[in-house]
Nanobody
Framework: QVQLVESGGGLVQPGGSLRLSCTAS?????????VGWYRQAPGKQRELVAA???????NYADSVKGRFTISRDNAQNTVYLQMNGLKPEDTAVYYC???????????????WGQGTQVTVSS
């Protein structure tokens, strides 16, 4: 049974920083697989914030480029999201995701954490 657990959320003032962590238990789902961070604000759809392919290529939402950085530590089975220059519009619940390929045809299974609240406010 795979479980992803996020941590590091909280209340921060505009311009501040937070570092989110997502640790997997049960199996090593991050190594060799695509990983990502998503967020969902009240009344809005869940959106991709940052992603990293199995090969290490990264992709960011335009709204966070230059401010957020995704990284992973395969040895620790953990994915991180460093968030700098936070803005009130970054307020949301942040979720980590692991996309695990399950067969040679490319079928995959998504694993999600329970989410961690990030609130940016003065």
């Amino acid at each position: 049974q795979v479980q992803l657990v996020e941590s590091g959320g909280g209340l921060v003032q505009p311009g501040g920083s937070l570092r989110l962590s997502c640790t997997a238990s049960g199996r090593r789902v991050f190594s060799g697989n695509a990983v990502g961070w998503y967020r969902q604000a009240p009344g809005k759809q869940r959106e991709l914030v940052a992603a990293m392919t199995s090969g290490g290529m990264t992709n960011y939402a335009d709204s966070v480029k230059g401010r957020f950085t995704i990284s992973r530590d395969n040895a620790q089975n953990t994915v991180y999201l460093q968030m700098n220059g936070l803005k009130p519009e970054d307020t949301a619940v942040y979720y980590c995701n692991a996309r695990v390929v399950v067969n040679v045809e490319g079928a995959y299974r998504d694993y999600w954490g329970q989410g961690t609240q990030v609130t940016v406010s003065s």
